[in-house]
C-alpha cells in the first residue's frame, strides 16, 4: 500500500530559510548536498569524497565501494557543477573538526526552531523537495526514479555502465544546478 514520505515538500522560501538560518557548516554542507544528490541522509553521512566522487566523469558514487546494495538502492548520480566547491578535504564528506558527523538531528532541530516550521519538516523533505521540483521542470520520470535510486531489484549491464554515458541525469543535474 502507500507509504507517505517522510518530512514534507518546502518552498523555495522555506528552503532558502533553512539554509541561511543553518547554524554550522556541516549542516549547510547537508542541506547542498541534499538538494545537489537528492539522496538519502544515511549515504551523505557515510559518504567518503576520496572513495566516492569521480570528478573525471562527474559522479558521486552514493553506494561506499564494498557495501552491499539493500532495498534502499543507493545510485551513482552526476555530480553538479555547484556542489563541486563543497567537495571539502575531510576524510568523510560531514566532519566537524576533524570529526565524522552521524548525524544533523541536533542541528536540524535548531535550525527548524529559529524557521519556525513543524515538526514534518525533516531532512527528507529536501528529499521530497527535489523530486517535486524536478518533476515540475520537466525531468523525466525514469531520471528522477534513477536520481532517487528507485529501481527494480535486477541490475542490468546497462545500469553498471550507464553512469559513464555524458547524457546520464544530465537533465536533472542541470535543473539542480539552477535550482
Known amino acids: 500500500g502507500y507509504v507517505a514520505p517522510k518530512g514534507r515538500p518546502l518552498s523555495m522560501d522555506e528552503m532558502r530559510a533553512i539554509y541561511h538560518l543553518s547554524d ?18 544515511a549515504a551523505l553521512y557515510e559518504l567518503m569524497p576520496a572513495h566516492q566522487i569521480d570528478l573525471e566523469h ?12 539493500n532495498k534502499k538502492h543507493r545510485p551513482t548520480v552526476k555530480l553538479p557543477e555547484t556542489l563541486k566547491d563543497h567537495i571539502g578535504d575531510g576524510v568523510f564528506l560531514l566532519i566537524k573538526g576533524d570529526k565524522r558527523i552521524q548525524s544533523v538531528k541536533s542541528a536540524w532541530r535548531r535550525v527548524r526552531t529559529a524557521t519556525g516550521l513543524g515538526l514534518d519538516v525533516t531532512p527528507y523533505s ?6 517535486r521540483h524536478l518533476r ?44
Not at 529536501?126 to 523530486?131: E, G, K, L, P
Open 24 to 41: 554550522t557548516p556541516y549542516l549547510q554542507r547537508f542541506i547542498l548536498w541534499m538538494v545537489g544528490t537528492v539522496a538519502r541522509p
Open 58 to 69: 562527474d559522479l558521486v558514487m552514493l553506494n561506499a565501494p564494498g557495501r552491499a546494495q
Open 126 to 131: 529536501i528529499r521530497h523537495t527535489m523530486a
Open 136 to 179: 515540475a521542470k520537466g525531468v523525466p520520470a525514469w531520471e528522477v526514479s534513477a536520481q532517487l535510486g528507485h529501481k527494480s531489484r535486477e541490475y542490468s549491464v546497462t545500469e553498471i555502465y550507464a553512469p559513464f554515458d555524458p547524457a546520464y541525469l544530465a537533465t536533472s543535474a542541470a535543473e539542480i544546478d539552477k535550482y
